[in-house]
């Protein structure tokens, strides 16, 4: 099994350019999640979908995030116009409670820096 | 709501050393128990789980016991090598995988 895979690995853009992560959940996961990780304050869940549909976007910071989940082997996290605060290590996870896998998965996150 | 709170360190242990990273939660019902470990420049791995009271997770010489009686969870490894210097997070989650908490990470370091 391929693990959760997140692309790019790392991303430098500057202040006010669109940034698209990607995500690739472990194949059969139902549930995918969206955390944000700075020093400051450190894991954030920002985002997820029960079988492609998002459930719970509460932690969605601001409108300039929105996030897709298009087919069930696929999700992005947008972020139009980024901004220096965005900078963080962004993480994709996935779990799948129907086949008892109730423990989520991490991928080896996205870092981005936006100066 | 459910939450984690864990000892927020640093620690910092010499080699050989015996291990403790507390952890006690709040939920309602019967969650499920994590320990995650994240190594430099990595995402979160699962180090070891529990799903009902009393039982005990261990993976790699760690180990944690479900506690329902006093809603904790601690980590505890006889002891450590350089290798396990990382950030440890305790977590839970419902039953239905729902409902994740994250507590904020404990950065162990360990010194040859």
């Known amino acids: 099994d391929a693990g959760v895979i997140q692309s790019p690995r790392h991303e430098v853009t500057e202040m006010g350019q669109e940034v698209t992560l990607r995500c690739k959940p472990i194949?059969?996961?139902?549930?995918l999640f969206w955390y944000r990780q700075t020093m400051m304050r450190g894991l954030e869940l920002l985002i997820y979908?029960?079988?492609?549909?998002?459930?719970?976007d509460s932690g969605m910071p601001e409108d300039r995030f929105s996030a897709k989940m298009p087919n069930a082997s696929f999700s992005t996290l947008k972020i139009q116009p980024s901004e220096p605060r965005d900078s963080a290590v962004y993480f994709c996870?996935?779990?799948?409670?129907?086949?008892?896998?109730?423990?989520?998965?991490f991928g080896p996150g996205t870092r981005l820096t936006v100066t | 709501g459910n939450s984690v709170t864990q000892m927020e360190g640093p620690v910092t242990l010499s080699e050989e050393a015996f291990l403790t990273i507390n952890c006690t939660y709040t939920?309602?019902?019967?969650?499920?128990l994590f320990w995650y470990v994240q190594y430099p420049g990595e995402g979160l791995q699962l180090l070891l789980k529990?799903?009902?009271?009393?039982d005990k997770g261990s993976n790699k010489g760690f180990e944690a016991t479900y506690r329902k009686e006093t809603t904790s969870f601690h980590l505890e490894k006889g002891s450590v090598q350089v290798s396990d210097s990382a950030v440890y997070f305790c977590?839970?989650?419902?039953?239905?995988?729902?409902?994740?908490?994250f507590g904020p990470g404990t950065r162990l370091s360990v010194l040859p």
């Open positions: 996870a996935s779990s799948s409670p129907a086949r008892a896998h109730v423990e989520q998965y």
């Open positions: 979908f029960n079988n492609n549909v998002p459930i719970d």
């Open positions: 939920a309602t019902g019967y969650p499920s």
């Open positions: 194949s059969g996961h139902d549930y």
């Open positions: 529990a799903t009902k009271a009393d």
């Open positions: 977590a839970l989650c419902d039953n239905y995988g729902q409902n994740f908490v």
